[in-house]
């Protein structure tokens, strides 16, 4: 690590001091500050998607807590959206079209919609990522009829699980919530990991977050991967249990993003500077401990998630009751909005994504990767805020080599390497 990474993650990226460092420079940012270039946002809203997960509640704090008001944004909408397949459509639309300019979205998903992989007859829709919302804080979460086998990170007892299942004569299914996204991505790596074919072995469903509990309360699927609070809702309702965080898979592992129509950004370059600066505020504010009860507080309310704050307060400060017997406080892997770098969206991190939904056939192998992310990735601006908020950024766009809990490694100079190193995948 430099030493100027070294200084950000101690001097400003972790917990109060980060906050504070905020704190002082925002008096600076917008409207006119540093990066406004004396002109501030040319319009004073945007509409935002969400889905009621809790890696969004940067966006629910920057609007309750009124920073984007702060920038100049004082009528952006947070919008709730039905399902990930909804965000995208909405996405397409624009605004303007009576649908959306951005969203608390799935890494992966504004770069399958600038392809036009996921889009009515292809159709290219350009994307930016702004930042990355948060790290880590996902789960997989397995049926209760499965509590015997004990399974957990290692998947092998699941996969003989689901063997005599089949072989009585019963369907096995996975569910995720979009495909190509990171919850599909999280699912078929630990499937695959423990020898279980996701295309082959077991069905693979898409189910929305918040439909998640209710499906597998009828039977509807064996296992799911989604981010909280739905994880905790199982165990509350006696549905099934948590598996693992997605964090023992990868630790630190990039989530979800801030992803707008690169459109509007281009329209409006001031005004997204001005989003981008509230939502870092926000993920400053959200990730300093002593938030976390009214982080959990304001997350729960009707408007954004609905859920008794109960069920998320927990998870949030590090406390994991797996609902197996195991617990664990202080968990190294509770999700991060803002501490080492969780806002800042590594190039590397995006080629991974890329390249793993080249493995399971989502893009074709022949994907220039790199030329991709250099359309969609947006790092250049979040470094430009960044600067204006007095935040150092750091030195690389690559986090280096990234190890899965299987041994894996991928390098970002090599992810040839990386692809040809894993034994099950679609492409040859």
């Given amino acids: 690590m430099s030493s100027v990474e070294h200084t950000t993650r101690r001097g400003l990226l972790k917990g109060a001091a980060g906050a504070l460092s905020l704190a002082?420079?925002?008096?600076?940012?917008?409207?006119?500050?540093?990066?406004?270039?004396?002109?501030?946002?040319?319009?004073?809203?945007?509409?935002?998607?969400?889905?009621?997960?809790?890696?969004?509640?940067?966006?629910?704090?920057?609007?309750?807590?009124?920073?984007?008001?702060?920038?100049?944004?004082?009528?952006?909408?947070?919008?709730?959206?039905?399902?990930?397949?909804?965000?995208?459509?909405?996405?397409?639309?624009?605004?303007?079209?009576?649908?959306?300019?951005?969203?608390?979205?799935?890494?992966?998903?504004?770069?399958?919609?600038?392809?036009?992989?996921?889009?009515?007859?292809?159709?290219?829709?350009?994307?930016?990522?702004?930042?990355?919302?948060?790290?880590?804080?996902?789960?997989?979460?397995?049926?209760?009829?499965?509590?015997?086998?004990?399974?957990?990170?290692?998947?092998?007892?699941?996969?003989?699980?689901?063997?005599?299942?089949?072989?009585?004569?019963?369907?096995?299914?996975?569910?995720?919530?979009?495909?190509?996204?990171?919850?599909?991505?999280?699912?078929?790596?630990?499937?695959?990991?423990?020898?279980?074919?996701?295309?082959?072995?077991?069905?693979?469903?898409?189910?929305?977050?918040?439909?998640?509990?209710?499906?597998?309360?009828?039977?509807?699927?064996?296992?799911?991967?989604?981010?909280?609070?739905?994880?905790?809702?199982?165990?509350?309702?006696?549905?099934?249990?948590?598996?693992?965080?997605?964090?023992?898979?990868?630790?630190?592992?990039?989530?979800?993003?801030?992803?707008?129509?690169?459109?509007?950004?281009?329209?409006h370059p001031n005004a997204a500077k001005a989003l981008l600066a509230a939502v870092m505020e926000a993920q400053a504010w959200c990730d300093k401990p002593e938030n976390r009860d009214e982080l959990a507080g304001i997350v729960a309310k009707r408007q954004w998630i609905n859920v008794p704050a109960t069920d998320v307060v927990k998870r949030m400060k590090g406390e994991f009751d797996y609902g197996d017997g195991r617990k664990v406080s202080n968990s190294p892997h509770i999700m991060k909005y803002w501490a080492d770098n969780a806002s800042y969206p590594y190039k590397s991190h995006d080629l991974w994504f890329i390249t793993e939904d080249i493995r399971w056939g989502k893009f074709d192998p022949q994907t220039d990767s790199k030329a991709l992310i250099e359309k969609v990735n947006r790092e250049d601006i979040w470094r430009e805020v960044a600067k204006g908020m007095g935040i150092a950024a750091p030195t690389s766009t690559s986090r280096g080599k990234e190890t899965f809990f299987d041994g894996k490694v991928f390098d970002p100079a090599d992810p040839a390497a990386y692809l040809n190193s894993l034994g099950i995948k679609k492409v040859a």
């Fill in 24 to 267: 002082a420079a925002s008096r600076v940012a917008l409207p006119g500050g540093a990066f406004a270039q004396g002109a501030g946002p040319e319009v004073k809203g945007a509409k935002l998607g969400f889905i009621a997960l809790t890696d969004a509640a940067p966006l629910f704090v920057a609007k309750e807590k009124g920073y984007f008001a702060k920038y100049g944004m004082p009528d952006v909408e947070v919008l709730k959206q039905a399902s990930w397949g909804t965000t995208r459509d909405n996405l397409v639309l624009g605004s303007e079209g009576n649908g959306i300019d951005g969203a608390h979205i799935l890494t992966p998903m504004p770069y399958l919609i600038s392809a036009g992989r996921v889009t009515q007859n292809n159709v290219p829709v350009p994307m930016y990522i702004l930042a990355r919302l948060n790290l880590a804080g996902q789960c997989i979460s397995v049926a209760k009829e499965h509590m015997g086998d004990k399974v957990a990170l290692d998947a092998k007892p699941f996969k003989a699980a689901l063997e005599r299942k089949k072989a009585s004569g019963k369907s096995v299914k996975a569910a995720m919530t979009f495909p190509g996204g990171t919850h599909d991505l999280w699912i078929r790596y630990w499937l695959a990991a423990g020898g279980i074919d996701p295309d082959k072995d077991i069905e693979t469903i898409v189910v929305p977050p918040p439909q998640m509990v209710a499906n597998m309360k009828v039977g509807t699927m064996d296992c799911f991967c989604v981010c909280e609070p739905w994880n905790e809702q199982l165990i509350t309702q006696g549905i099934g249990y948590t598996a693992l965080t997605t964090g023992e898979l990868w630790k630190d592992h990039p989530e979800k993003a801030l992803g707008m129509r690169a459109s509007w950004v281009d329209k």
